[in-house]
């Protein structure tokens, strides 16, 4: 979800790790030359997610760490080759904490439907986010150290 900290513990868990990291969000925005609440306003949500689905399937992601957009779960053919290439950490956030972390819900360029809530999109995505995680976090109550110590951890496993 949008908030999480995926691209924070990304670039973190790349340094730590001596890994090159990417971030789909970063990716379109560069090929788009637009933020991504630009294209989603003026493309709609569902381009949005089609430009994440095309960086997720043309980028380099071979020895990366990748950071992807909260939206990334709703392509199978996208989640099908990070789930070949790479182990899938997902970062349990609650959805409270979620909500205290986003101050910029409506002009962050989340690819959303229009009259979707955060809480809709939320517990939409939950069901997504645990079905292609190789690896979960519970990141309740976690400082951003805790969380990068509990990834290794999980990946050393």
Not at 32 to 42: A, H, N, P, R, V
Not at 97 to 126: C, H, K, T, V, Y
Request: glycine letters at 8%; hydrophobic letters at 40%.
């Amino acid at each position: 979800m949008p908030g999480a900290g995926k691209s924070t513990i990304g670039i973190l868990l790349a340094k730590e790790l001596g890994l090159d990291f990417l971030d789909t969000d970063i990716s379109i925005q560069v090929q788009q030359g637009k933020t991504l609440q630009q294209i989603s306003d003026q493309s709609g949500y569902m381009a949005l997610r089609q430009y994440e689905e095309q960086v997720l399937l043309s980028e380099d992601i071979a020895g990366k760490v990748v950071s992807t957009g909260g939206s990334a779960v709703y392509s199978k053919a996208g989640m099908a080759r990070l789930k070949d290439s790479a182990t899938v950490v997902f970062l349990d956030v609650s959805l409270s904490e979620l909500e205290r972390r986003m101050n910029n819900f409506a002009s962050r360029g989340i690819a959303r439907r229009p009259d979707q809530s955060f809480a809709d999109l939320f517990a939409e995505r939950q069901v997504l986010y645990q079905q292609y995680a190789d690896i979960s976090i519970d990141c309740s109550n976690l400082s951003i150290d805790e969380v990068l110590q509990a990834v290794m951890a999980e990946l050393a496993r």
